[in-house]
């Protein structure tokens, strides 16, 4: 293993009616609360009214309408301004990854006196930030468990990951039942998601028995529950283990003293959202399958044929370039069958802005460095081949 360091501070309040702890949670943070939340789902739900029902001794100031794949223009100024002008002592976000996102941008941009973007382009180093708190409501990209946002910025197609060990939410509540209203779109997209993050970390040079056993526990968790919950929306137990596995998928412990991947195609998806504002899980569904053809070779073939045999069942005797070649059909098949659309074309990306994509992304990601490094005429195929 790799030496390293791992602290997750967050407090996961897990399980039916976790949200009355809140109160309890809150106050110890202070009495100025600005509420984050996005486009209504929150309202349609009753959560809105259960959070303003349980804070009613609360100063609640309110920042609504967060836009998926958050803007910083103008959700994260307002959000910050909001807190400067009226003493905010703590954010409280209730959504998708989205809102935690951009509400931990918020929580770091209030307590500095300059231009927030110098904190989120690692300009300058966040001092001190917001405590947060989070009620999810979207399993998807375990930002409720990690310490980093990822913020768009629409006038230059920037779309930033951004970490800071400042903003690990002090605790999220995680009830599986506010998830029960989540689309079969957005239900799909997380899984793929998750999953992605899962495969960014199992693709690597370094690994363990116990990483890839536990990538492939939950790689399996995220498949089996989510074809329940497409099929059975409120289904509280399938909806738990998404949430769980979501949680567990993106904070680094399931590949703990692994050596770094790259997350190739989280580079690449946030070049798609940043110029086209797609779902960032469709994005990575339909980057992953020709990522992997792409960087199939014979330094990398193992990690296939481990995924494949574990996680598809596939006959481990077959030569090794053939489960390689079926493990690439039934990763496809896979987003396929959660009724992924799986070409760039039917999210609306067409091929005229593609260099132009290749390029920003050779640029700003460094996936030259990645476990299998792509250069801009690898990345540049990749998206050529996903139309
Ligand atoms: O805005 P509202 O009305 O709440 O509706 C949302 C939104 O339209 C809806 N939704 C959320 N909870 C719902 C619900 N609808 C019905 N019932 C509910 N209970 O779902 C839509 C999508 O929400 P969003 O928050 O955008 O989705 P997601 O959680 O997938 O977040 C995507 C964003 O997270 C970033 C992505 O890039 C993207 O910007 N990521 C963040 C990461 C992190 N912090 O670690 C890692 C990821 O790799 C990812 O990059
Ligand atoms: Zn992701």
Known sequence: MENFTYCTPTKLI??????EQLPEVMRPLGRKILLTYGGGSIKKIGLYDEVKRLLSDFEIYELPGIEPNPKYSPSVLDGVRLCKDNGIEAVLAVGGGSVLD?????????????????????????????PLV???????????????????????NDKIGYMDEL???VASILDPRYTFSVSRKQTAAGTADAINHIMEQ???EKHSVLTDGMCEAAIKSLIQNARV????????????????DCSLACNGILSIGNS?????????????SGYYDITHGEGLAILT????RHILNEKTIERFVSFGVHIFGIDASLPEAEIADQTIEKTYELFASFGIPMHLREVGIDDTRLSEMAHHIAVNEGLEHAWAPLQEQDILEILQASL
């Open 260 to 272: 770094p991947s790259g997350w190739p195609c989280h580079g690449m998806e946030h070049a798609l």
């Open 134 to 156: 989070d009620i999810l409501t979207l399993a998807a990209t375990g930002s409720e468990y990690d310490c980093g946002g990822v913020i768009s910025r629409t006038e230059t």
């Open 102 to 130: 951009c509400s931990k941008a918020i929580c770091a941009g209030a307590l500095y006196d300059g231009e927030p973007w110098d904190l989120i382009s690692y300009q300058v180093k966040a001092q001190k930030a917001l």
């Open 229 to 244: 919950a497409l099929e059975e929306p409120d289904n509280y137990e399938a909806r738990s283990e998404l949430m769980v």
């Open 167 to 169: 903003l690990f939410p």
């Open 14 to 19: 897990f399980g039916k009616n976790a949200i």
């Open 202 to 204: 199992y693709f690597c």
């Open 289 to 292: 399958p020709r990522w992997m």
